[in-house]
C-alpha cells in the first residue's frame, strides 16, 4: 500500500474514533439528565457529596452570599441578642491593665458601696492613682447644690448584689427563677473590684461608634500604638531591662494631657475620622482641666454624671448610660431607649414581640417609655441589675417562670 493511502487510512480511522466518542459522550449525557431528573423528581440532591473538610468533592464553587434580609430594626431577620451588649460597652467596660502578670484585677475587698453612687474603683487618667467610693468621697464630690445627695443606706461591695437581687424578687417574685439561671457577674464582688479608666473607657466607646467590633479594636490598637514609647516609659520609669521579674507591658492607653497636646492629623492616622479625633480630643481637655475627673464620676449623683458627660461632644445618652452602669457600676441606671431592654421588658410583661415590632414607629418600638419607667420604678435604686435581667430574659423559659 501507497503512502498516500497509509494517510488516507488513519484519517478516517481517528475520524471514525472521534464519532464513537462523541456518540458515548451523548449517550452518557443524556443518561445523567435523565438521572438528575429523577433525583430532582424524588426530592433527592443532585450535589456532589461533602468531602470530611466541608467542602465538595471534584470542583470546589465560591461560598454562597448570605441573605441579608432586614426586620424591622435594620437587623439581619435571624438576629438575636445573645450578649449583653454591643463592642462600644464592652470596650468601655474593660477594667485597667498595661498588660503584665502583675497588673491583675485585685481581690475582692468588702469596701462601702451606694447604689446612687460609683463602685467601681476608678484610676486617675494621669496618675493611675485609685480612687474608691467612701462617704467622705461623696459628700465633697457633687459641686451642685440643687442636686440632693442620695439617701440609700450605704451597704457593701459584698453585700451589694446579694441585696439587689432580694429587692427584685421581693418586688416580683416569679424573677427568682431568672435570677438564679443567670448569676450577674457585673455588681458581683469580683466585677466591683476591677479599676477602671474613666478616660480610657469613655474614649474607647467613642473609637467604638458605628464600626464593628473587630474595626474598634483595631483602631485603638493603633490609637495607641501613637503614644507607646512615652506610655512605657511613664509607667515603669526606672525599669531595668535586664531584670528578669520585669514584664514588658503591652501599650498602655495615653493620658488626657498626652491626647489633649496632639495634632488631629496625629490621631487621624489611626484610623479614626476627623469628627472622632475631635471628640477624643475634646474629652481630653476636660479632664485636663478638671472638669471631669475620677473623684467627681466616684460620688456625684445619676443626674451630675449623666449631665456632665453628655455635656460631651460625641457622647450621647445610650454611651453615658452605658458607662455609667457597666463602667462605674452604678446600681440605679435604666436605658428607656435601648431596643433590647425595651424588647426584654415586652417578653417580661406577656406580649407578643413579634407583633409589637410592627406596629408604631420612632424609638420606642416595642414598648412605650412611659411604660418601662413606670415599670421599672419600683425596681429602684437597682434598676441597673433589673435592667441586665432585662437583656437575659429570652434566654429563659418565660412560661416556667409565670408558673412560680
Known amino acids: 500500500m501507497s503512502g498516500r493511502s497509509l494517510r488516507r487510512s488513519a484519517r478516517v480511522g481517528a475520524l471514525a474514533e472521534a464519532g464513537r466518542i462523541a456518540t458515548a459522550g451523548a449517550r452518557k449525557k443524556k443518561a445523567s439528565s435523565a438521572q438528575t431528573s ?17 467542602t465538595e468533592s471534584g470542583e470546589q464553587t465560591p461560598p454562597r452570599k448570605r441573605r441579608r434580609t432586614k426586620d424591622g430594626d435594620g437587623k439581619p431577620a435571624s438576629w438575636s441578642q445573645p450578649t449583653l451588649t454591643p463592642p462600644a460597652v464592652r470596650l468601655m467596660a474593660a477594667p485597667y491593665s498595661l498588660g503584665h502578670d502583675k497588673d491583675a484585677t485585685p481581690s475582692p475587698m468588702d469596701r462601702p458601696a451606694e447604689p446612687h453612687a460609683t463602685n467601681a474603683p476608678l484610676l486617675s487618667p494621669e496618675t493611675s492613682r485609685r480612687v474608691a467610693y467612701s462617704e467622705e468621697l461623696k459628700n465633697a464630690s457633687s459641686t451642685r447644690a440643687d442636686v440632693p445627695k442620695p439617701t440609700t443606706t450605704t451597704t457593701t461591695t459584698g453585700k451589694l448584689l446579694e441585696e439587689a437581687c432580694a ?15 443567670h448569676p450577674c457577674p457585673v455588681f458581683s464582688s469580683e466585677g466591683l473590684a476591677e479599676d ?9 466607646g467613642i473609637i467604638a461608634q458605628q464600626v464593628s467590633g473587630a474595626a474598634a479594636k483595631s483602631i485603638k490598637n493603633k490609637f495607641v500604638a501613637l503614644f507607646t514609647e512615652s506610655a512605657t516609659d511613664r509607667d515603669h520609669p526606672a525599669r531595668d531591662d535586664d531584670d528578669e521579674s520585669y514584664t514588658k507591658p503591652s501599650a498602655a492607653f495615653p493620658t488626657p494631657s ?31 482641666s478638671g472638669e471631669l475627673s475620677a473623684e467627681m464620676l466616684i460620688g456625684a449623683s445619676d443626674e451630675e454624671v449623666l449631665e456632665k458627660l453628655m455635656a460631651v461632644r460625641g457622647l450621647g445618652r445610650w454611651s453615658v448610660e452605658m458607662f455609667a452602669c457597666f463602667g462605674l457600676k452604678r446600681m440605679d441606671v435604666f436605658s428607656t431607649g435601648d431596643l433590647g431592654v425595651q424588647r426584654g421588658m415586652a417578653t417580661y410583661l406577656g406580649k407578643d ?3 409589637l415590632k410592627a406596629k408604631g414607629g420612632g424609638k420606642w418600638k416595642y414598648l412605650s417609655e412611659k411604660d ?5 420604678t419600683k425596681f429602684a435604686p437597682y434598676r441597673s441589675l433589673f435592667m441586665w435581667y432585662m437583656w437575659r430574659i429570652e434566654n429563659v423559659d418565660v412560661d416556667a417562670m409565670q408558673t412560680v
Not at 429523577?38 to 466541608?54: A, D, F, L, W, Y
Not at 424573677?175 to 439561671?181: A, E, F, R, T
Not at 477602671?196 to 474607647?204: K, M
Request: glycine content about 6%; hydrophobic content about 40%.
Open 38 to 54: 429523577t433525583r430532582k423528581s424524588k426530592g433527592v440532591s443532585t450535589r456532589p457529596p461533602i468531602q470530611s473538610n466541608g
Open 167 to 181: 429587692h427584685m424578687i421581693k418586688v416580683d417574685p416569679k424573677l427568682k427563677l431568672l435570677i438564679d439561671k
Open 196 to 204: 477602671i479608666d474613666p478616660f480610657r473607657s469613655l474614649a474607647s
Open 258 to 288: 498626652e491626647v489633649a497636646s496632639s495634632d488631629l492629623t496625629l490621631l487621624r492616622t489611626a484610623g479614626l475620622s476627623g469628627r472622632k479625633a475631635e471628640y477624643i480630643k475634646g474629652l481630653a481637655e476636660r479632664f485636663v
Open 353 to 355: 414581640v413579634s407583633k
Open 372 to 376: 418601662m419607667l413606670d415599670v421599672s
